[in-house]
């Protein structure tokens, strides 16, 4: 069972935005600006999308964009596009100085 | 362009030790404000944080691997290795080798830096 959760699927339209949210606790999510958002397609390995809970690494489309609220983290897509479609993980330190991912979710260009 | 490469046995028997090495090029392991860690993902499943070599040389492990794993660099050849012993099915994934971002300043706590640069992976498989 992953520390941090996630929905296990979204879905939504070309253009329109979608919002994956992340869960933990006060010892995780809560506790520290330290939460990042990474994109799988399948076979391929992880991206970087966002870091330090809103920054965006360059390169990365300002489509994607980052918040958080209490024990939740948030990773907004707009304008959603068919590349966008793969699977998004959340990650955060811990209070124990280690790192929890989340158990992933599966986005879907309708 | 940096660029990390994993490279290791792709078979390994249950209760052997499972060894891996990351090599780095296209810049220098040693370049301040980074760390460099081990990530895997079971088939089918989510990704699993292993362990942390932090750019001081200390290492943080994930607590459910901590007695099995090793993580270890060699600046001369600019790689990173990882040792996980007692293997088992269960260890059957792909395994990620990833730069770590420790900040602007090189000050982010170990284990708080996001991983800005991964390996293409390498499928480790436990069997007999």
């Known amino acids: 069972q992953s520390a941090l959760t996630q929905p296990a699927s979204v879905s939504g339209s070309p253009g329109q935005s979608i919002t994956i949210s992340c869960t933990g606790t006060s010892s995780d999510v809560g506790g520290y600006n330290y939460v990042s958002w990474y994109q799988q397609h399948p076979g391929k390995a992880p991206k970087l999308m966002i870091y330090d809970v809103s920054n965006r690494p360059s390169g990365v489309s300002n489509r994607f964009s980052g918040s958080k609220s209490g024990n939740t983290a948030s990773l907004t897509i707009s304008g959603l596009q068919a590349e966008d479609e793969a699977d998004y993980y959340c990650s955060s330190y811990t209070s124990s100085s280690t790192l929890a991912f989340g158990g992933g979710t599966k986005l879907t260009v309708l | 362009q940096l660029q990390l490469q994993e490279s290791g046995s792709g078979l390994v028997k249950p209760s052997q030790t499972l060894s891996l090495t990351c090599a780095v090029s296209g810049g220098s392991i040693s370049s301040g404000g980074y760390s460099w860690s081990w990530i895997r993902q079971p088939p089918g499943k989510g990704l699993e944080w292993i362990g942390y070599?932090?750019?001081?040389?200390?290492?943080y492990y994930n607590p459910s691997l901590k007695s099995r794993v090793t993580i270890s660099v060699d600046r001369s050849k600019n790689q990173f290795s990882l040792k996980l012993s007692s293997v088992t099915a269960a260890d059957t994934a792909v395994y990620y080798c990833?730069?770590?971002?420790?900040?602007?300043?090189?000050?982010?706590?170990?284990?708080?830096?996001?991983?800005?640069?991964w390996g293409q992976g390498t499928m480790v498989t436990v069997s007999s």
């Open positions: 990833a730069r770590v971002f420790d900040g602007p300043y090189g000050d982010y706590p170990p284990a708080a830096g996001a991983f800005d640069i």
């Open positions: 070599i932090y750019h001081s040389g200390s290492t």
